[in-house]
């Protein structure tokens, strides 16, 4: 589709060429990035001690699953995933991947079956649980598993399974996607970027973002090619000819910030002011400008810490593949190989969702503007200082295109469910809290930034826990102004003065 020209502000998450419709046409200076919109539900937030011993190594990862507004097909409420410790074996050549999966699960509800997600090119060649083989069968994408579970108990679901994994078609109408999940490409090196859903194109998952869960991945590739995860490098090895690397993730994550990528990989090392080792995994021939603007991560994890508290996780990373997409995962960041993806706001942007996203996540995909539109206003805000470019004259240009978003995909808590990560998730929440920064004040504004990833860390929740907390921690009634942009079909007046 046609590219959009003189484009100041590049978002990512993934990192998009807009498509040529009308509300993206009105915002040609900026660009989109990724995320989704709302309806909603009402649950408390969710916590690591709920229906745990004291001690217990997988309480931080017990959650309180639902079924998705927006993607219902997507996903189980009956189970709680609490640890998935995956072993990978990819074969580029015969574009063949051979897995083995331990599943630790709280069962929530009380069922002669249970299920979850795998993509149909998967066969299951063994199923156990608690060590008693069992029998699954298919229906669709979903693998159903005939084994009773009683609520508030937990099982081990053992797996073997092995096929040639697939793409799922994302829910979009933007140019820079059209499919999510695993990607092969023609040399055989791969990656996986899934959001909203997708995860379940190379593993069983649950894939909804309300299930945060710990992980062990270790993935085998052939030499010299290395394979990528999330987390700490435990190990790397090299074998007959194989590569195996072993990653631990001890802080729990939705299926969909989990990533692999395998193929030809260099690593460059840095470290943050704060002491956070960052890694960039990049191909060998990644011009030496690209990798420059990635190194800006240290200065703009600094930038944020100032803004939002320690960076939430002890290691970073960075991977870039061959793609025109780019989007941040749990402790790694994943980019496109191009110089609008690794591009500064972008690393900028990627970060920030460490807090907005990851730290705190959305139980429901009509949540996603809580992540967006934050991590969008951060990257306007620290553009504008590093610039020059007044804050306001940006924020007057999101607001003549605010409309004309909404229009095309609906408000942001309210999105149609078919233009997922189009412009109205980004920038009409960024304005709403620019408004609310006006309306608070800097001091006040940007406490209430910073404490609400701590307060909610490790946790998925929704707007109307956030609404509560809001109104809480600013003494100010926000109920209808929030309402008001994120569930509006009207732009809401606007009076921000500050820049």
Request: glycine fraction near 8%; aromatic fraction near 10%.
């Amino acid at each position: 589709m046609p590219r959009q020209e003189h484009r100041r502000h590049p978002v990512a998450h993934p990192v998009v060429h807009p498509a040529a419709h009308p509300a993206v046409a009105v915002l040609a200076v900026l660009t989109l990035g990724l995320a989704t919109g709302c309806s909603a539900g009402g649950s408390a937030p969710t916590g690591p001690d709920r229906g745990t011993a004291p001690g217990d190594p997988l309480a931080v990862a017990v959650s309180e699953p639902r079924e998705d507004s927006v993607y219902p097909e997507v996903g189980d409420p009956g189970v709680d995933a609490l640890h998935y410790d995956l072993d990978l074996s990819w074969d580029p050549d015969a574009r063949r991947l051979s897995a083995t999966e331990v599943l630790t699960f709280r069962a929530t509800t009380t069922a002669e079956t249970f299920r979850l997600d795998l993509g149909e090119p998967l066969e299951v060649a063994r199923a156990e649980v608690d060590g008693d083989p069992v029998r699954t069968t298919r229906e669709g994408k979903d693998i159903v598993v005939a084994a009773p579970v009683e609520a508030e108990q937990r099982y081990e679901l053992e797996l073997a399974f092995a096929g040639t994994p697939e793409p799922v078609t994302a829910p979009t109408a933007r140019g820079d996607f059209s499919t999510i999940g695993w990607q092969t490409m023609p040399s055989g090196e791969t990656w996986t970027m899934q959001e909203p859903y997708g995860a379940y194109s190379w593993y069983a998952v649950n894939d909804q973002p309300s299930d945060k869960a710990l992980y062990d991945v270790a993935v085998e590739v052939p030499s010299p090619w290395v394979g990528v995860s999330n987390g700490e490098l435990l190990s790397r090895t090299e074998e007959g000819g194989t590569t195996r690397t072993e990653w631990r993730l001890d802080q729990p994550a939705a299926a969909y910030l989990v990533t692999v990528a395998t193929g030809e990989l260099e690593t460059t090392e840095d470290t943050s002011a704060g002491g956070t080792p960052i890694t960039y995994w990049t191909p060998p021939d990644l011009p030496a400008r690209q990798l420059r603007n990635l190194r800006v991560a240290p200065e703009a994890l600094g930038w944020l810490e100032d803004r939002l508290g320690p960076y939430p996780y002890s290691t970073l990373g960075f991977v870039v593949v061959d793609s025109d997409s780019g989007m941040e995962t749990q402790t790694m960041i994943t980019l496109g190989d191009t110089a609008y993806t690794t591009s500064e706001p972008v690393v900028l942007h990627e970060l920030a969702h460490h807090w907005y996203g990851d730290q705190v996540t959305p139980a429901d995909w009509s949540e996603v503007w809580m992540n967006e539109g934050m991590a969008t206003y951060l990257q306007l805000v620290w553009e504008s200082k590093n610039d020059g470019r007044p804050l306001e004259a940006v924020m007057g240009e999101i607001a003549a295109g605010d409309q004309a978003s909404r229009r095309y995909a609906g408000p942001p808590a309210d999105f149609d469910a078919d233009k997922f990560g189009d412009n109205n998730i980004y920038y009409l929440p960024a304005l709403m809290w620019h408004e609310l920064r006006a309306d608070l004040g800097d001091e006040k504004f940007w406490a209430m930034v910073r404490a609400w990833p701590a307060e909610r860390d490790d946790v998925s929740t929704d707007r109307e826990d956030y609404f509560a907390w809001l109104e809480e921690e600013t003494g100010e009634e926000l109920s209808a102004f929030l309402g008001a942009w994120l569930l509006g079909e009207k732009t809401p007046p606007l009076d921000a003065q500050q820049g």
